[in-house]
């Protein structure tokens, strides 16, 4: 006699991605922040995270949630989008941006 046995698994949900400032300079930095769920409470993992620097793919930076200063130049435009993996499912897609990066405004102390 066979038994067959499924478990259904709830794919995760990534929500509230944002990068860390809405005006990101070289000096700032720029990476991002977002809340993992998952109904059946597995951990997240294989999470992708999927940059665009001024609308071209960079996969050498994927999967990274902060961006190396030295990378950053001002002008860029970058993009982001994360789609969520609970080492069984993806989620949905979820993206942010374009945000530009500013020129660093420096300010004198006044006294």
């Known amino acids: 006699m066979f038994l067959e046995t499924s478990s259904q ?3 995760p949900e990534a929500s509230s991605l944002s990068f860390n400032t809405q005006n990101p300079t070289k000096l700032s930095g720029l990476s991002i922040n977002y ?3 998952d109904a059946d409470g597995d951990l997240e993992q294989g999470t992708e995270i999927n940059w665009k620097i001024n609308n071209i793919s960079s996969p050498d ?3 990274m949630t902060s961006i190396p200063n030295n990378l950053i130049t001002k002008g860029d435009l970058w ?3 994360v789609t969520p993996n609970d080492g069984i ?3 949905e897609i979820i993206s942010e941006g374009p945000v530009a990066v500013s020129y660093t405004h420096l300010r004198a102390h006044e006294t």
């Open 9 to 11: 698994n709830t794919p």
């Open 35 to 37: 809340t993992f769920f």
């Open 61 to 63: 930076i994927d999967n």
């Open 79 to 81: 993009e982001v989008a």
């Open 89 to 91: 499912d993806f989620g």
